[in-house]
């Protein structure tokens, strides 16, 4: 296949940050692509088969576009830039840049970090009740907790409830050391730690004493009418029919509800139906005021190997499903 030779023209800073710390980022640009980067000056040159030059250059472009913005080239967004390309989307990763949800106590910004994602924020904004759901590492829980944070800054709700059901992964809550509380703390660590990030520690325990915050288990809903609030369900896929159906008509006026879930890490006891999957079922026809946005292994934006894992396993389960499948006489 005949090779040809492209010329991408950068100022000194944005090709220090495209190149990346020992040119890690055009080496991988290189790797995935099949193609040869080079600095001359300033001067990117590029060369192998035309079409994956024209990829190659076009993730250049956009990688100078972020550093020309004054952000930080990430090797996440590398890798996003990257999947683009290869997909043929005319979407450039640096006009997620944009995009502020809110910052965190240190003042770094959250921002979507997939259009998959950008599109789960904007679902949050516009809609009563919003499904994230998606393989972990996809930034279903941090995202909507930044979203709930910022409309309690913005004074759009009063009070913040993280909930997440208490179901026993393998172990017997009876035998955890502690009173009620410090039993079910392990399964609410990761929403604590979350909103200790985006808000701080101190903040959130001063919001928590006034009740403007409450981490709880799903249980402690129950009987109650949750108005002018952002209530976060967590691991929604842990939940039972019964548990869904009690939460979504807890929802009273003024208040906004994320659930978020991978349907495909469930630890219910085996034969026990997903409230998740039946509330998807159940909901699905209503367009108003109801969101269900899937998040993908594209979207995992935690260390590369975690995607691949993601990936993997979506493939396995593939294959047992098909293996599984009844085979019919002809």
Request: hydrophobic letters at 40%; a neutral charge; proline letters at 4%.
């Amino acid at each position: 296949m005949s090779e040809i030779e492209t010329i991408v023209d950068l100022a000194a800073e944005a090709v220090r940050a495209v190149f990346g710390n020992l040119d890690e980022n055009v080496r991988k640009i290189e790797k995935h692509l099949h193609v040869k980067i080079m600095d001359r000056n300033g001067a990117i040159k590029i060369i192998g088969a035309p079409a994956q030059v024209e990829k190659a250059s076009r993730i250049i472009r956009n990688l100078a576009e972020i550093s020309d913005g004054g952000s930080t080239v990430t090797a996440q967004s590398v890798d996003y830039a990257i999947t683009l390309a290869r997909e043929g989307s005319e979407h450039s990763v640096a006009e997620l840049e944009n995009e502020i949800i809110c910052r965190t106590a240190n003042g770094k910004p959250i921002k979507p970090k997939t259009f998959n994602q950008q599109k789960y924020a904007e679902a949050i904004r516009n809609n009563m009740i919003v499904f994230g759901l998606g393989p972990a590492g996809t930034g279903k829980t941090y995202l909507a907790m930044a979203m709930a944070i910022d409309a309690f800054k913005q004074g759009d709700v009063n009070r913040i409830i993280l909930t997440r059901p208490a179901i026993e992964a393998g172990e017997n809550l009876g035998f955890l050391p502690g009173d009620l509380q410090q039993k079910i703390d392990p399964y609410l660590r990761p929403l604590y730690d979350a909103i200790y990030q985006i808000m701080g520690a101190e903040a959130y325990l001063s919001n928590c004493e006034k009740g403007l915050i409450e981490v709880a288990p799903l249980a402690y809903m129950r009987g109650r009418t949750l108005d002018n609030a952002f209530i976060i369900l967590d691991e929604a896929q842990n939940t039972t029919p019964a548990q869904m159906k009690m939460f979504l008509t807890r929802i009273g006026f003024g208040s906004k509800v994320v659930i978020t879930g991978d349907r495909t890490q469930k630890d219910l006891p085996y034969g026990q139906t997903s409230g998740l999957d039946v509330a998807i079922k159940v909901l699905e026809g209503i367009e108003d005021d109801i969101a269900i946005i899937n998040l993908t292994s594209r979207d995992v934006v935690r260390h590369p190997v975690v995607q691949k894992i993601v990936q993997a396993y979506e493939e396995f389960e593939k294959k047992q499903q098909a293996l599984n499948r009844p085979k019919h006489k002809g």
